[in-house]
């Protein structure tokens, strides 16, 4: 699908002779090309466009017929088009409003006080847990309770000493949830040495365990949360609950105005060099490799850097891992060589401007080195902002994460090579505003292709571009309802399977024309 490659067997000279030959027969071809290139465009929005559609035209034999080649043209330009536009979501517009049943907050004089830690696995890098933080506020609603401020973990892990103030506009954040939550900044004076009931919220509790869990408020004034990563339920909770998760997701959660700022000017300086660009969620770093256990690609050496890094980190609980196995179940990082070899299948033009959302990729110029032989406009935040815009960001890693969040948000295309919270955040906030392009890649499948290349079964070309294409087909960010559980999975197990709340916010926060008044 890639231009240089349609126009290569094109030859454009041709064409370009066609068009300065005026007479009235070719206008009259003109004209209803025109006409039959209209019909095309409206077709081609209408659906979302279908390789297997296509296919028949580009095997047509042209014979050099120039009006042919013009209609081939056209229709290449389109598909050129397609890889920037965001899918047909005509219709579908955020909805986030209260139901009639939603009554404002009371003054609650208990209080939920939260330390923010750095998700799950606790990564060094790309942290930003703000699915975390939209819980507790919805946590703080069921329990009818006033929500502190949270505390961001300053723990040897996260290393960054950022508090909330720092990274987010605290008063737009008390203030825009008002109806919803009281929201102090800290703990009132007199509670402050009282005994707290200290609480790991068990994972995927839906409505029912937190009025259970209030309780608690029997024997204590204060409950204090260790840590915000015992998500809610995704599925089956009100309407209301769910809603109040997309308003403090998308419109309390602001970050500050510093990382707001240059955020912005991050976004305007790439769309003043390249127009359109990608914003590519690259987890290339070392303790993403070391905990996933992902070595393909690497020297012994660094294979072994991994394991010992691995086997040092008392959190990660697994430590013997067989990267082959986890490679082939699709669980690791695409690697850079990967994607370039993916975004070329796309169709994606080698000038192709790429923002490099992440941390430190593992190994520096050296693995990267094979993207850049591919794409070779590839920036980074450091090569697109100055020393000095960057200076108070240097060791922070969570303003960094802020600002690749604000840089992919904006971004004409987001591809995360891995899934992650901070991945599933940027994709459910693109679709929330407006369904914006996020191109999420089969990496089991990819493998399998990768495999092939490896092995000589396959060559990079047209017939990789339409089984990648092909195979990327419903997974670029269209419309679609929140997928469920896997089937066969049964217990707790399942609620890890269904896919995430912040992934896909529809269809509670995104409503078509026909359900906009529920
Ligand atoms: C919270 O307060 C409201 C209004 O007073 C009440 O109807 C509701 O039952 C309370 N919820 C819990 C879980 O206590
Ligand atoms: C890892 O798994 C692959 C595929 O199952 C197997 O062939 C290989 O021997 C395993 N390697 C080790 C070190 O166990």
Redesign the pocket.
Known sequence: MSNSRGSSHLRIPATARFLPKISPFSIAVYITLLFAFTIFVFIFSTKEILEDEQKPLFSEESQSQQDNEYVILLILQMTDDQLWEAPFSHGFHPCVKPTSRY?DT?EWDRYITVRSNGGLNQMRTGVLLLDGISDMVAVAR???ATLVIPQLDKRSFWQDSSMFSDIFDELHFITALQGDVRIVKELPKELESVPRARKHFSSWSGVNY??EM?RLWKDYQVIHVAKSDSRLANNDLPLDIQRLRCRALYYALRFSLPIENLGKKLVERLRSRGGRYIALHLRYEKDMLSFTGCTYGLTDAEAEELRIMRENTNHWKMKKINSTEQRMGGFCPLTPKEVGIFLQALGYHSSTLIYIAAGEIYGGSSHLLELTSRFPNLVFKETVATPKELKAFVNHASKTAALDYIVSIGSDVFIPSHSGNMARAVEGHRRFLGHHKTITPDRKGLVEVFEKLERGELKEGSSLSSLVTKMHERRLGAPRKRGSSLPGIKGRGRFKTEESFYENPYPECICTSKNMFR
Do not use: S
Request: aromatic share 12%; proline share 0%.
């Open positions: 009554k009371q069921i329990m009818n937190y009025e209030t």
